[in-house]
Every structure is written in structure tokens, then in C-alpha cells.
């Protein structure tokens, strides 16, 4: 599904779910603001547990294996822009809204949702500047380790894990995770930080992540559930994200997806945080 923690929105290239994975903590704030924060949840059966493997492939290898199956490298490297739009909810709080993801080559996002009772969120990095505007932030601009992430979450080929953006991958465990076995990788990015995916053992299809980013909050860590993988021209899209942060779940569905379609003038920032930029 994708989402930075004031709308991180975290990798929005071809690796579409995860673009929406913190459209949940771009709302945070406002939740907490509006209603207490719900007490964490008991480790359900469907969290990862600890299970040790025999013979583990790669971690490289179950992510060309995933790549293989939505398409293939070169499908994904021929395209060079993509929109998708959906639906979000954040069910314990009755809040329904929309959502619309923009991505472009190299290093471009941007997302708006629309949450009845909060109004209007923007998101975006055009490759240089990373910024928000909310009514419940108002425009502001990323900076430091903030800045950083969108630059690294922008990254419009993620989905191929490119070694540079990493200092290593590894395959932990065969888990459960969502019911079905899994692998477990654990990634360490260039700079620092790590994030740990899941992938199915029977489908090899990416099905989860956990990811942890700075916010103006503190590090906020999102699980996520990926599925409903549908075709969109030539490449397997999940098209259904359950992520949970802060205690908060929401469910995002994406209804239509497009690729090569984005006039470059989309990343452009709005004047109000243009007006910030010195």
C-alpha cells in the first residue's frame, strides 16, 4: 500500500503499497489530538514468530524471485511514472477518506488524501525538497534524517533493491507472517536504519514489511500487510495495504493504477512551501 511519518510516504515508486505505508501517521498527529491513543493490541497469530530455517535462499534471491513474478526488471525499468488512486480507512475512529499516489523516475513523489473530518494532506519530495501541508501542521519542510528517508523512500525503482542502497541483505528466518509462511529479510540501508520484509514462500510475492522512520514525533514503526496483487499492463500490483503504527490501523485499497502518464510539473511544490524554501 505507502506514507512518511508527517506523510512519508515512503517509497512510491513501482513498489506501490509501500508507497501508501504511512498514510496512516500523516493523520497521527490529528488522531491523538481527537481521541485517546488505543492501548496496543495482544501479539496476535497472524505477527511473525520465530521460526528457524534449514537451508535459506538469499536474500537476493527471494527478491528477484518477487521481481520475476510482478513482471520482471525490464518491465519495471521501461516505465517511468505512475498514479494510482484509492481508498483509506482508519476503522476505530470512523474516518474514511481518498487517496491518489504520484510517482517519477529517478526520485519524484507525491501523494494527497482527503480524510472526512481532517480535510486536505499533501506530500511530496520533487527530488530535492521534501515537504507536508496539512490543516492540522500546516506547510512545513523536511530536514536532517527526515529528509533523508524521503530521499531514500522516493527512489522510483525500490522495488529492485539495488545493492547501493544497501549495506547488506539478509534472509533471517522462515516465519509465519498473515497466516502463511514466509521469509523473513532483514535490510540495512546506506547511512543507517533497518527495515525487515516479508515474503511468501509458496507465491514468492512480497507480503509484508516493517519499517521505522523519524518524525517530528519520534521514530514511528508501521507493520504492513500487502496483498490483492492484481495486473496493471505489464506489471503484478498489490493493490490492498493493513499497516499499523502508533496503536492506529488503517486499510488502504487502491482502485485504479497507470504507469507513464505523469507530467513532470505534478512534483512541483505548492506555493506555500515554496515560500518556505530560503
Given at each position: 500500500?505507502?506514507?512518511?511519518?508527517?506523510?512519508?510516504?515512503?517509497?512510491?515508486?513501482?513498489?506501490?503499497?509501500?508507497?501508501?505505508?504511512?498514510?496512516?501517521?500523516?493523520?497521527?498527529?490529528?488522531?491523538?489530538?481527537?481521541?485517546?491513543?488505543?492501548?496496543?493490541?495482544?501479539?496476535?497469530?497472524?505477527?511473525?514468530?520465530?521460526?528457524?530455517?534449514?537451508?535459506?535462499?538469499?536474500?537476493?534471491?527471494?527478491?528477484?524471485?518477487?521481481?520475476?513474478?510482478?513482471?520482471?526488471?525490464?518491465?519495471?525499468?521501461?516505465?517511468?511514472?505512475?498514479?494510482?488512486?484509492?481508498?483509506?480507512?482508519?476503522?476505530?475512529?470512523?474516518?474514511?477518506?481518498?487517496?491518489?499516489?504520484?510517482?517519477?523516475?529517478?526520485?519524484?513523489?507525491?501523494?494527497?488524501?482527503?480524510?472526512?473530518?481532517?480535510?486536505?494532506?499533501?506530500?511530496?519530495?520533487?527530488?530535492?525538497?521534501?515537504?507536508?501541508?496539512?490543516?492540522?501542521?500546516?506547510?512545513?519542510?523536511?530536514?536532517?534524517?527526515?529528509?533523508?528517508?524521503?530521499?531514500?523512500?522516493?527512489?522510483?525503482?525500490?522495488?529492485?533493491?539495488?545493492?547501493?542502497?544497501?549495506?547488506?541483505?539478509?534472509?533471517?528466518?522462515?516465519?509465519?507472517?498473515?497466516?502463511?509462511?514466509?521469509?523473513?529479510?532483514?535490510?540495512?540501508?546506506?547511512?543507517?536504519?533497518?527495515?525487515?520484509?516479508?515474503?511468501?514462500?509458496?507465491?514468492?510475492?512480497?507480503?509484508?514489511?516493517?519499517?521505522?522512520?523519524?518524525?517530528?514525533?519520534?521514530?514511528?514503526?508501521?507493520?504492513?500487510?500487502?496483498?490483492?496483487?492484481?495486473?496493471?499492463?505489464?506489471?503484478?500490483?498489490?493493490?490492498?495495504?493493513?499497516?499499523?503504527?502508533?496503536?492506529?490501523?488503517?486499510?488502504?485499497?487502491?482502485?485504479?493504477?497507470?504507469?507513464?502518464?505523469?507530467?513532470?510539473?505534478?512534483?512541483?511544490?505548492p506555493a506555500a512551501i515554496k515560500a518556505l524554501v530560503?
Open positions: 500500500m505507502a506514507l512518511s511519518p508527517r506523510g512519508h510516504r515512503c517509497r512510491p515508486g513501482l513498489a506501490l503499497p509501500v508507497a501508501a505505508l504511512f498514510v496512516l501517521t500523516i493523520t497521527v498527529p490529528g488522531l491523538l489530538a481527537q481521541a485517546p491513543q488505543p492501548a496496543p493490541k495482544p501479539r496476535s497469530a497472524n505477527a511473525p514468530s520465530a521460526k528457524a530455517g534449514a537451508a535459506l535462499p538469499s536474500a537476493r534471491t527471494i527478491i528477484d524471485r518477487h521481481v520475476a513474478k510482478v513482471g520482471g526488471r525490464q518491465a519495471i525499468l521501461a516505465r517511468n511514472s505512475m498514479h494510482a488512486k484509492g481508498t483509506v480507512a482508519i476503522a476505530s475512529q470512523g474516518m474514511t477518506g481518498s487517496i491518489e499516489l504520484f510517482a517519477g523516475k529517478p526520485n519524484k513523489s507525491l501523494q494527497r488524501i482527503s480524510i472526512a473530518g481532517i480535510g486536505d494532506i499533501e506530500e511530496g519530495f520533487d527530488g530535492t525538497i521534501g515537504w507536508s501541508l496539512s490543516p492540522l501542521t500546516g506547510p512545513a519542510l523536511a530536514q536532517g534524517a527526515e529528509l533523508e528517508q524521503k530521499r531514500f523512500d522516493a527512489d522510483f525503482y525500490s522495488e529492485l533493491h539495488e545493492a547501493a542502497r544497501y549495506e547488506s541483505m539478509t534472509t533471517l528466518e522462515k516465519t509465519d507472517f498473515d497466516g502463511r509462511p514466509c521469509y523473513k529479510l532483514r535490510l540495512v540501508r546506506r547511512g543507517g536504519g533497518e527495515e525487515f520484509e516479508f515474503y511468501d514462500v509458496e507465491s514468492g510475492l512480497k507480503t509484508g514489511s516493517i519499517v521505522t522512520r523519524d518524525s517530528p514525533m519520534g521514530p514511528i514503526t508501521a507493520t504492513s500487510i500487502e496483498g490483492g496483487y492484481k495486473r496493471f499492463g505489464p506489471l503484478l500490483q498489490a493493490t490492498t495495504l493493513k499497516s499499523t503504527a502508533m496503536g492506529f490501523e488503517q486499510q488502504v485499497t487502491l482502485t485504479s493504477i497507470e504507469y507513464d502518464t505523469v507530467s513532470p510539473s505534478t512534483f512541483e511544490p530560503k
